[in-house]
């Protein structure tokens, strides 16, 4: 069964930092492109970043640019989100998923796979 399973989440002071996991499982993930989303309650989900498995090439959303870094463990089958210098906008169900398209990714378009998210919430 393919999967993605996301853990991490808490909650955490503004300015604090949480890395989020993703386990990949099922199959192999080389040719596809990872994402990480969020959805903040009553707002639409959003694209945070997006990492290509295999040659770690990277995209995120300005928001996050310089506070957020996306990475891959190829061994472990796993993917990370390191969060940095959190605000509280930045509370939100945070969710993983996979595509065989960057753009797809990015663009936040009918992704093939996705996880069922953990919860981030940054306090004032």
């Known amino acids: 069964q393919v999967r993605l399973v996301e853990s991490g989440g808490g909650l955490v002071q503004t300015g604090g930092s949480l890395r989020l996991s993703c386990a990949a499982s099922?199959?192999?993930?080389?040719?596809?492109?990872m994402g990480w989303f969020r959805q903040a309650p009553g707002k639409k989900r959003e694209f945070v970043a997006a990492?290509?498995?295999?040659?770690?090439?990277?995209s995120y959303a300005d928001s996050m640019t310089g506070r957020f870094t996306a990475s891959v463990d190829n061994v472990m089958n796993t993917l990370y989100l390191q969060m940095n210098s959190l605000k509280p906008e930045d509370t939100a169900v945070y969710y993983c998923?996979?595509?065989?398209?960057?753009?797809?990714?990015?663009?936040?378009?009918?992704?093939?796979?996705w996880g069922q998210g953990t919860l981030v919430t940054v306090s004032s």
């Open positions: 998923a996979a595509d065989r398209s960057f753009r797809t990714v990015v663009e936040n378009k009918n992704l093939e796979l």
């Open positions: 099922g199959r192999t993930f080389s040719s596809y492109t």
């Open positions: 990492i290509e498995w295999n040659f770690g090439y990277t």
